[in-house]
Structures are given as C-alpha cells and as structure tokens.
C-alpha cells in the first residue's frame, strides 16, 4: 500500500467513526510501523485535514466553506473517476471547453489528454498543470486571486477574462446539491461558475451522491439550466424525483 492509498483509508476510517482514531488503532489497521503513519498523518495535518493530539487524530470539522484541495483529492476518488470516465463521450474533438477548479473536474484530465484540438478555459491550477504537458491541446488558466487552500483562481478579473471565450461546454461542479438546485460553499467560486455556464453553450454537472449531504450557501444554479447532470449513482427519491423531471441524469 503506497501513502496515497494509506492517506486515503486513514480519512475514510475517520469519516466512518465520528472522526477519530488513536495512532496504535492506525497502525494495526493498516499494518504499517508508527514512522509510517506518523509521517502520513503529518502530510494530511500540513493538507489542513485533520489534527494531532496526544497519540490521536481527528478530522477538521468540515462547514459550508470550501474543504482544502489535499482532502478534496482524496475523498471519493473512486466515485469521481467514474463519474469521469461517463463524461468521456461527450468531449469531442476540437471543442472549447471551461472547466472549474474542483477535484471532480480535474479527473477528467486523462481523457482530455486522448483528445485532439481542445481548448481548456480553468481557473484551477491543478487542472492546469495536470495539461500542463498535453501537446494536442491548449489551456489558457484564468488570472485572478489565488485562493490558496483550494488551487483556484477567483474575482472579478476572473470572471472578465471567461467573458472573452465562447464554449461548447462548461464542465462544472459543485460543493452541494439539494432539492431547490447547486451550490457553492463560497461566493467567489460560484461567481465564476456562473460565468462559465453563461458563456457556454451547455453545462455539465459533476456531482456524486456525498454532495446530497453537504452544505454550501450561495447557489449557482437551478436544475433547468443544467444540460445534463452525471454522477456515480442515484440521489434520493425525492431528489430523483425532481431531477427526472427537470435535468437529463447519467449514473
């Protein structure tokens, strides 16, 4: 098991038990030495992850507001790639795409690479520097504020500068999903998906299942404005229900 695979069970067993976990447990569950995990354990601290305490660990309390990107990455990665490899059919050739900074998005950047004549419009520095060796497309990052916990870039020259593109797609996602439509844990992000999806032809949203259970408070669409809507599986009935009626869904 490499660090990236222990990191990633080290937060799915803390998501699973309220948490927390001593580093004797970690050990033993993951069968590596103390240096190991300790190591792990600071890589996810400095990530802004979680904390430790006195032979223990806990999670950061997570809130409306963005999570850091090393826990973004980390988190459902299985549920993203999937939702990845459904988007593959429908990027084609030549097409000029948006694409935001989330982690969601960002897995896209193998099958983007297969692809030839792309146009890439983010305001993700992780996307970026993902593409940043593909040489059958071109990516332009978007200037702006850099916002340091989640790789983007935000603000009002951000949204300006997306003003002078015109694309087939905005590929998108989002920090929550309820009944009433998409949301945003941060206001400046949302403003420059809102720009996005304004400047393209059709929107795309990522979104897996977790999602229905986050919290975010500035809203950035209403299903009827979404082109299609993929994810790793189905919502809940009463979200299902809404979106079967308003929003063309892929599972």
Same mark, same amino acid.
């Given at each position: 098991m490499d660090i990236h695979e222990r990191k990633r069970e080290i937060v799915e067993h803390l998501n699973q038990h309220n948490g927390i +976990?001593?580093?004797?447990?970690?050990?033993?569950?993951?069968? +590596?030495? @103390?240096s190991t995990i300790r190591r792990d354990l600071l890589s996810l601290e400095e990530?802004? /992850?979680?904390?430790?305490?006195?032979?223990?660990?806990?999670? #950061?309390?997570?809130? +409306?507001?963005?999570?850091? /990107? $090393?826990?973004r990455q980390i988190e459902n990665q299985d549920k993203k790639q999937s939702i990845a490899k459904k988007t593959d059919s429908l990027i084609k050739d030549g097409m000029? #795409?948006?694409?935001?900074?989330?982690?969601?998005?960002?897995q896209l950047a193998p099958i983007l690479k297969t692809k030839h004549n792309i146009t890439i419009i983010t305001n993700g520095i992780n996307i970026a520097n993902e593409?940043?060796?593909?040489?059958?497309?071109?990516?332009?990052?978007c200037p702006g504020v850099l916002k340091h916990q989640s790789l983007s870039i935000v603000g009002e020259f951000t949204s300006e500068f997306i003003k002078n593109f015109h694309a087939e797609l905005a #590929?998108?996602?989002?920090? +929550? /999903? @309820?009944?009433?439509?998409?949301?945003? $844990? =941060? =206001?400046?992000? $949302?403003?420059?998906?809102?720009?996005?999806?304004?400047?393209a032809d059709k929107t795309i949203l990522l979104c897996d299942t977790t999602k229905e259970n986050a919290v975010g408070f500035f809203k950035t669409s209403d299903f009827?404005?979404?082109?299609?809507? /993929?994810?790793?599986?189905?919502?809940?009935?009463?979200?299902q229900k809404i979106l079967k009626e308003k929003t063309p869904t892929l599972y």
């Open positions: +976990a001593s580093m004797n447990y970690l050990c033993k569950r993951l069968y +590596a030495s @103390r990530d802004g /992850i979680l904390k430790r305490s006195h032979g223990y660990v806990s999670l #950061i309390v997570k809130s +409306a507001k963005e999570s850091p /990107i $090393g826990m000029v #795409i948006f694409l935001d900074s989330s982690s969601t998005v960002c593409l940043s060796h593909a040489q059958n497309l071109t990516c332009f990052l #590929i998108l996602s989002c920090k +929550a /999903i @309820r009944e009433n439509g998409v949301f945003e $844990g =941060d =206001d400046s992000q $949302g403003l420059v998906k809102k720009s996005m999806m304004e400047n009827e404005k979404l082109s299609c809507l /993929i994810s790793d599986a189905p919502f809940s009935p009463s979200l």
